[in-house]
């Protein structure tokens, strides 16, 4: 995998590409936003923090859950043969990956943090850092925890659209019950299980509690109405908890190895069920 990514220029370049205008992209939209407590400027740097969990979510996972069960046959053909356990393939999957998944990651989280002006959010300049170097953690773990679910989901299907199709009823919920498109608060209690094997709930948390907890003294243009003083009260009014951040910590954690280890397995039940199936015929 790693050879192939980096054999294939067109492919590499693509990767390159993407990150690279995705980052000019967000960093214009939202380029240098005001530190104030107005609503439509919170508003907008809590849907940056979206747009970013989404993207690199999707961006991580969309491509890799269409892709693994075209490469299926050869992978199941080559381990039928002798060439290799389904064990072997895929961990060698995720060490491949996983160079990738750091690099464009970082590159994506460190241009959007320092252009919208997340930095400038913070008390002082080594604060500043602090949280860009915990945004970029928070990426790279985005990036791995849609690593370890594509993974794991498309393990079962034999094509791709039925893949993505799985991965899609899973992620489009998630995304609704994360923070940003209805208050946690607000949730219906028939949806709150959503709202609790969410991904993107802890994650998005954990983004919004780095970024305002120690944000304060928002400031207030003159005649403007500013309901937010400091980042206490921005996260108050969307009902997190800066003590949230450690249990999202270990939530997203838990996630991401089950995701990996129930990958392997339905991989390895799924290739030991075809060849009894084979062997029958």
């Known amino acids: 995998e790693t050879l192939l990514r980096r054999r294939s220029k067109l492919l590499f370049k693509a990767l390159i590409g993407r990150t690279v205008i995705l980052t000019v992209l967000v960093g214009l939209v939202w380029f240098q936003m005001p530190t104030e ?3 439509p400027i919170i508003q907008s740097l809590m849907g940056v923090l979206t747009f970013v969990m989404i993207n690199l979510f999707m961006g991580s996972g969309a491509g890799l859950v269409q892709s693994i069960p075209l490469l299926k046959p050869a992978i199941l053909r080559d381990h039928y043969n002798g060439m290799h356990s389904v064990t072997a393939w895929y961990w060698s999957k995720v ?4 160079p990738f998944e750091i690099a464009f ?3 994506f989280m460190t241009g959007v943090f320092w252009l919208v002006g997340f930095g400038n959010l913070a008390a002082s300049a ?7 170097l915990v945004m970029v ?3 790279v773990a985005t990036a791995q925890t849609a ?7 498309s393990a079962v299907p034999k094509d791709s659209s039925a893949a993505f199709l799985l991965f ?4 489009f919920p998630w995304i609704f019950y994360s923070g940003l498109m209805i208050n946690y608060d607000d949730i219906p209690v028939y949806f709150v299980w959503l709202h609790w094997t969410s991904p993107f709930k802890f994650i998005y948390t954990m983004m919004v509690v780095v970024i305002f907890e120690r944000a304060d003294g928002l400031s207030c243009p003159a005649g403007e109405v500013c309901p937010y003083r400091s980042g206490l009260d ?3 009014q969307f009902s997190i908890d800066p003590k949230d951040k450690q249990r999202s910590v270990i939530a997203v954690v838990a996630f991401f190895l089950v995701c990996r280890v129930l990958g392997w397995y339905l991989f390895a039940f799924v290739t030991a069920r075809r060849a009894s199936a084979s062997r029958r015929a």
């Open 37 to 39: 407590g107005s609503l």
């Open 95 to 98: 060490l491949a990956d996983l």
């Open 105 to 107: 990651p970082s590159v």
């Open 126 to 132: 080594s604060e500043a850092v602090e949280n860009w």
């Open 137 to 139: 953690a928070l990426g």
């Open 147 to 153: 690593n370890a679910f594509a993974l794991m989901i």
């Open 168 to 171: 899609s009823a899973f992620v």
């Open 234 to 236: 921005v996260l108050k």
